[in-house]
């Protein structure tokens, strides 16, 4: 599994945050995530234990945070370090991850060029993903 790569010891509340990651069908926040988390532990965690928690995933390319939403995905391509870009879907809330190294370069170079070094950048982009531009089409006659 991915935690091998990433050298992360995973306990028993770090698998289930990861899996109500990937569980939810849209980004959770920090909160969301305290109030599954609690009710799987079936004891009240406090915020700073989950921040914690969150803080550590997003370390080792686990967990990312969306920050236009302010909330938490699961990484879909952890077998390699790379940035990901999220589709945010502005109907249904959904948050799907592409990988554009294309883009990552561009990036880069135009910040190079600009003597100006890189420690950190985020590309999420808003809009209606697919299954709902369809169930738009559809109702719209
Ligand atoms: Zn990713
Ligand atoms: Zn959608």
Redesign the pocket.
């Given at each position: 599994m991915a935690c091998r790569q990433s050298g992360l010891q995973m306990t028993p509340l770090r698998e289930a945050a990861v899996s109500e990651l990937w569980r939810a069908e849209r980004p959770l926040t920090a909160y969301e995530l305290l109030a599954r988390l609690s009710e799987i532990a079936g004891r009240n965690l406090g915020p700073p234990t989950v921040y914690r928690l969150l803080d550590t995933l997003c370390q080792h390319g686990i967990a990312r945070r969306i920050e236009s939403l302010n909330a938490y995905v699961a990484c879909h391509r952890r077998e390699h370090d790379h940035e990901c870009i999220f589709l945010l879907?502005q109907?249904?809330?959904?948050a799907t991850e592409i990988e554009d190294n294309g883009l990552e370069r561009l990036l880069r170079k135009q910040a190079e060029t600009a003597g100006f070094e890189m420690t950190r950048r985020v590309v999420e982009v808003s809009g209606?993903?697919a299954?709902?531009r369809t169930a738009v089409d559809s109702d719209g006659a």
């Open positions: 879907c109907e249904c809330g959904g209606v993903c299954p709902c």
